[in-house]
T-cell receptor, first 117, second 109 residues
Framework: GAVVSQHPSWVICKSGTSVKIECRSL??????MFWYRQFPKQSLMLMAT?????????EQGVEKDKFLINHASLTLSTLTVTSAHPEDSSFYIC?????????????FGPGTRLTVT | GQNIDQPTEMTATEGAIVQINCTYQ??????LFWYQQHAGEAPTFLSY??LDGLEEKGRFSSFLSRSKGYSYLLLKELQMKDSASYLC??????????WGAGTKLIIKP
């Protein structure tokens, strides 16, 4: 099956610093990548959707200047949390999907746990 | 609006059968996914239904009724490792998955 990796798997950073999370599709080309955030015991919350070569579409309430998403190639998307604060501490998960003509299914990465101190 | 309704928590016994129900309302419909999520991990895919009826895959089966906006996940021969949250996620007309809080399944020996 298709494999999606995320790096790092966990990160601790100080308040005010920026953190970059990478999401890679290892054996397929991801036309679309989704970024989610999940707080403990809560549902997955879609933050943004990005199509390769286009600007990301952010969900309502998600600050695009704070959560920078780059999807520069068909196998890599990055999420940068700028000027992180303790309330940004969460589990960030990406999902990658090939073209809709191929499959509607997205493949999740293993997630990145961010702790901001 | 779009919404998902699943029980918050269910408890079952090892070796038994459990059915997790899901009702949904979406703007358009492009199928429904079920995912399993263990605590602290990303969701893993279990099944996808786009037509009415039952899809069987080993110990897990998923059923869909589009006219009723209803699906269920059936887990047979429960094992302790099945303790997890189960997420019902229909896909809307924009090919976006709609997520609820899921059902936490607790398996007891």
């Amino acid at each position: 099956g298709a494999v999606v990796s995320q790096h790092p798997s966990w990160v601790i950073c100080k308040s005010g610093t920026s953190v970059k999370i990478e999401c890679r599709s290892l054996d397929f080309q991801a036309t679309t990548m989704f970024w989610y955030r999940q707080f403990p015991k809560q549902s997955l919350m879609l933050m943004a959707t990005s199509n390769e070569g286009s600007k990301a579409t952010y969900e309502q309430g998600v600050e695009k200047d704070k959560f920078l998403i780059n999807h520069a190639s068909l196998t890599l998307s990055t999420l940068t949390v700028t000027s992180a604060h303790p309330e940004d501490s969460s589990f960030y998960i990406c999902s990658a999907r090939a073209g809709l003509a191929e499959s509607l299914r997205g493949y999740f990465g293993p997630g990145t746990r961010l702790t901001v101190t | 609006g779009q919404n998902i309704d699943q029980p918050t928590e269910m408890t079952a016994t090892e070796g038994a059968i459990v059915q997790i129900n899901c009702t949904y309302q979406t703007s358009g419909f492009n199928g429904l996914f079920w995912y399993q999520q263990h605590a602290g991990e990303a969701p893993t895919f279990l099944s996808y239904n786009v037509l009415d009826g039952l899809e069987e895959k080993g110990r897990f089966s998923s059923f869909l009724s589009r006219s009723k906006g209803y699906s269920y996940l059936l887990l047979k021969e429960l094992q302790m490792k099945d303790s997890a949250s189960y997420l019902c996620a229909p896909m809307d007309s924009n090919y976006q998955l709609i997520w609820g809080a899921g059902t936490k399944l607790i398996i007891k020996p």
